[in-house]
């Protein structure tokens, strides 16, 4: 399918000489998306409402601007992101803030301790989050990412920039494992046995750090952006919300590097990758992970090089993708299983396939698109920000570093709405939870790994 539509970026001349410009300024800000009471909670094909907090959550914003182009990175402590709350934040953000919509780019860290957001199928009923009482929560969201880009901007100060690559190994295993003589994907089992059984995939130890420095005091960090592929999950399937191990690692950061900094972290492609260590046969704790990151942040941390800043540039394309297709059969015993969900307990693999017939069928019957938004944001000769639009195999994130022509390129999943699981094209064949709950067909993928790249080369 043709792409549907391509923005350059929306900048007077991308040929501006960096030696040739005003001071590159930097603001940041967060503000507290913490949810009440009762407010429906995400991450698991169940009704939980909050009865407490472990930790706050907040909409953190960094706004980048030089030459009066300004863009916005703003990371939300929740599970994921939709359209409508995007396109509902964009609108505000521009009205209240004189920020292009476009050139705002929304992705989630995706703590499964957070609150739901409404996505337009049966997980609104299944997780309760479509009565009146709990879209309240929801619709205050819009304006409270807008406050933070608001906050932000009105403390942009001239910044310099610096990034390194740090890792960590050890605590990000790929969740789906093959037995020898199988070709069934098993689903993050507890423990394996090494002489039979093997990961399926990769994962990526890479933990991508950028910070910004205030010009006049170098010693006062104003943000940072850390990026790490590996879903929230440590908390577990209780009703307290919590930012997971990336509020533990945003808290260490500003601890050790600076008070006043913003610290934010975005998830990179962590569709099939887990904390859960297989090997051992047991799962770290929230403060281990977001301490061993921390660690190896601070560890990259004096190896951080100077960028060379530019004016934002920004590129995004929508893209249109094949949905997967379903028998009649199938959309039968999908309706019968969904039937009964409340009164039995099918299981999270069966509540996921059904949920995702159902939900293609009828969008199919009302022939709705599988459209999603890809977006770079490039500031520095060296950097870039890449948005995809769901939980993405690492296998994806990785293609995208291998080829990207920037030296430090930074991955965002769940960002400016989501369309699910992407698995790569060899995982189809393997089935199990991710694949029988991807919306798109096989090489979907693949697709926004090619668009992500044509789009980084645009704006390098």
């Known amino acids: 399918m043709p792409v549907t539509r391509f923005l350059l970026p929306s900048i007077a001349c991308l040929a501006l000489s960096s030696a040739w410009s005003a001071d590159f300024r930097v603001g940041a800000a967060r503000v507290n998306i913490t949810p009440p009471s009762g407010t429906a909670m995400g991450g698991f094909y169940r009704f939980r409402g ?52 476009g050139h705002v780019m929304i992705s ?11 996505r337009g199928n049966l997980m609104d009923t299944i997780t309760k989050v479509d009565t009146p009482e709990r ?29 390194a690559s740090g890792q960590c190994e050890g605590i990000a295993f790929n969740r789906r494992v093959l037995r020898d003589g199988q070709t069934q994907a098993i689903w993050q089992p507890a423990k394996i046995d090494p002489t039979k059984e093997r990961p399926a995939g990769p994962v990526d130890p890479e933990v991508g750090l950028c910070v910004w420095e205030s010009v006049s005091s170098p010693s006062m960090p104003v943000a940072a952006l850390v990026n790490f592929a590996m879903h929230p999950t440590s908390v577990g399937s209780g009703v307290q919300v919590s930012a997971d191990y990336p509020g533990v690692l945003t808290r260490l950061l500003s601890v050790r590097h600076g008070q006043d900094m913003v610290a934010v972290f975005a998830n990179g492609a962590c569709g099939n990758i887990n904390h859960g260590d297989y090997i ?31 004016t934002p540039r920004v590129a995004r394309e929508m893209v249109k993708l094949q ?39 009828d969008k199919r019957d009302r022939n709705v698109p599988l459209e999603v938004e890809v977006q770079v944001i490039a500031f520095a000769d060296e950097m870039a920000v890449v948005s995809l639009p769901g939980e993405i195999f690492v296998e994806l994130g990785l293609a995208i570093k291998k080829a990207s022509p920037f030296k430090h390129t930074i991955i965002a999943e769940l960002a400016n709405g989501s369309m699910g699981y992407v698995p790569n094209r060899e995982a189809y064949p393997q089935g199990n939870y991710e694949v029988v709950s991807a919306r798109g067909e096989a090489g979907s993928g693949e697709r926004l790994v090619e668009t992500a790249l044509k789009l980084l080369k645009s704006v390098r």
Do not use: Y
Request: aromatic content about 4%.
């Open 50 to 101: 909050v009865g407490g907090v472990l930790d706050p959550l907040f909409a953190k914003t960094i706004v980048l601007e030089q030459d009066g182009v300004h863009a916005a990175l703003i990371v939300l402590d929740m599970s994921g992101t939709t359209h409508t709350l995007v396109k509902a934040a964009r609108e505000r953000v521009e009205k209240e803030c004189g920020i292009p919509a």
């Open 323 to 361: 949905r997967r297709q379903f028998t009649e059969a199938q959309i039968t015993q999908a309706k019968e299983l969904m039937s009964t969900f409340e009164t039995k307990n099918p299981g999270t693999v069966p509540m996921a396939e059904a949920v995702c017939i159902l939900e293609t069928a």
């Open 108 to 118: 989630a860290t995706h703590t499964h301790s957070g609150p739901q957001l409404p």
């Open 280 to 310: 051992a046969g047991r799962r770290r704790s929230t403060l281990e992970l977001g301490t061993a990151l921390a660690d190896a942040c601070t560890e990259a941390w004096p190896a951080r090089q100077q960028l060379k800043l530019h």
């Open 135 to 163: 879209q309240t929560f929801v619709n205050t969201l819009p304006g409270l990412i807008a406050r933070s880009v608001s906050e932000a901007k009105a403390r942009l100060a001239p910044c310099r920039a610096l990034a």
